[in-house]
Every structure is written in C-alpha cells, then in structure tokens.
Nanobody, 124 residues
C-alpha cells in the first residue's frame, strides 16, 4: 500500500502564493507519476498538474500554466506544487495522487492512490 500526506494549504489573498507538499510512503517503487487534482464545492475533481517520476516531465491543465509549478524530490518521495498569482477560482480541496502506469493524466480513474486533501482558499 501507499500513503500520501498533503500539507501547505491555507487562506491567501488573490495574487498571493502557496506551496503544497505531498509526502509518499509505503510501496512507492511502482510510481510512474505523481500529480495534483482539485475539487471545488459542487464540481467534479479536476486534473491540475503531474510529473513523471523518472524523467521529471511535467504536465499542466491550461488554467494554471505559467502560475503553478510542480516539482519532485526523489530522495524524499515528495512532490511539491508551487502556486503563484492565485485567483479566487483556484479555491478548492487539493489532492495528491500517484499513477502507476503511463496513459491519460486527466481521468481520476487512471490514478491509483490518493491523499486526504488540503484546503486552499483564495479570497478576492
């Protein structure tokens, strides 16, 4: 099994920054990619960003390109999400996830393990 623990959420004003962290433990040797999703109230969970564990190749949804940066620390089995120029529409619970195989990043069903989530609130 794999355990994921997110941290770093909070309340910030529009235009501000937050950095989310996700630490993975357990059977992490089968990790192909780690990523972040978010879910706002009344909306479906949506893909935000992902990073392929070995190569470092990154993917982003269009709405966060140029504002969010995903990175990883292989030695610590940790993935980070630096969020800059935050907007009220970024308000959501942010979830960390692990993907075990290549393929679609956008579908939640393609991700094998999930964290509990961390709340990000951006005030206007």
């Amino acid at each position: 099994q794999v355990q994921l623990v997110e941290s770093g959420g909070g309340l910030v004003q529009a235009g501000g920054s937050l950095r989310l962290s996700c630490a993975a433990s357990g059977r992490t040797f089968s990790t192909y990619a780690m990523g972040w999703f978010r879910q706002a109230p009344g909306k479906e969970r949506e893909f935000v960003a992902a990073i392929i564990w070995d190569s470092g190749t990154t993917y982003y949804t269009d709405s966060v390109k140029g504002r969010f940066t995903i990175s990883r620390d292989n030695a610590k089995n940790t993935v980070l999400l630096q969020m800059n120029s935050l907007k009220p529409e970024d308000t959501a619970v942010y979830y960390c996830a692990i993907k075990r195989w290549a393929g679609s990043y956008y579908q939640t069903g393609a991700w094998a393990y999930w964290g509990q989530g961390t709340q990000v609130t951006v005030s206007s």
